[in-house]
T-cell receptor, first 114, second 114 residues
Framework: DGGITQSPKYLFRKEGQNVTLSCEQN?????MYWYRQDPGQGLRLIYY???????QKGDIAEGYSVSREKKESFPLTVTSAQKNPTAFYLC?????????????FGPGTRLTVL | GDSVTQMEGPVTLSEEAFLTINCTYT??????LFWYVQYPGEGLQLLLK?????DKGSNKGFEATYRKETTSFHLEKGSVQVSDSAVYFC?????????????FGRGTSLIVHP
């Protein structure tokens, strides 16, 4: 089945440690996105990538980093510089670069920093 | 910039009641409009969409009509079920600087009682 995989579903880390969240898609989509979701705040865009080896900052990129070395993969690293990293993180993809198609979302990773 | 405003929740209804969740938007051009649904602990999934003025999107008994004159895309369902309990997100997608970056509302929680 085609879809987006995020792993793990729950992640616990100690304060000051970097952590990488995985996002893989087998939909052959060009564009991929990372969002952060906090209660009552909806979705906030962290980073997005329209094509391999290229990505842009979203609204809340500080303290995060990404890479896009393969079309299928868009990992997100939450660095120790992110002041409040505990949140629900959602990865999404979209088919084309130039059309306003539907986004497809993964199941999310809940990160808790202790 | 673009923005989406949804009515605040939670919206609490009894089973078989009529549902309306209001959504208005601000955009510079002619965006596509979407409703996504998020069940507890999961990612978002597309509920319905409309790509031009006066289009009606529909799915699973839910409907929304793209009203350009009032910049609205209100979600309606004639008879809700307990299984409709979820968070509903209104979103738009418009071309900005060559890219389509979706903009989401804050989400409206729906609770349906038996």
């Amino acid at each position: 089945d085609g879809g987006i995989t995020q792993s793990p579903k729950y992640l616990f880390r100690k304060e000051g440690q970097n952590v990488t969240l995985s996002c893989e898609q087998n939909l052959n989509h060009d564009a991929m996105y990372w969002y952060r979701q906090d209660p009552g705040q909806g979705l906030r865009l962290i980073y997005y990538s329209q094509i391999v080896n290229d990505f842009q900052k979203g609204d809340i990129a500080e303290g995060y980093s990404v890479s896009r070395e393969k079309k299928e993969s868009f990992p997100l690293t939450v660095t120790s510089a992110q002041k409040n990293p505990t949140a629900f993180y959602l990865c999404a993809s979209r088919p084309g670069q130039g059309i306003p198609d539907t986004q497809y979302f993964g199941p999310g990773t809940r990160l808790t920093v202790l | 910039g673009d923005s989406v405003t949804q009515m605040e929740g939670p919206v609490t209804l009894s089973e078989e009641a009529f549902l309306t969740i209001n959504c208005t938007y601000t955009a510079t051009g002619y965006p596509s409009l979407f409703w996504y649904v998020q069940y507890p602990g999961e990612g978002l999934q597309l509920l319905l969409k409309a790509t031009k003025a006066d289009d009606k999107g529909s799915n699973k008994g839910f409907e929304a009509t793209y009203r350009k004159e009032t910049t609205s895309f209100h979600l309606e369902k004639g008879s809700v079920q307990v299984s409709d309990s979820a968070v509903y997100f209104c979103a738009l997608s418009e071309k900005t600087g060559g890219s389509y970056i979706p903009t989401f509302g804050r989400g409206t929680s729906l609770i349906v009682h038996p």
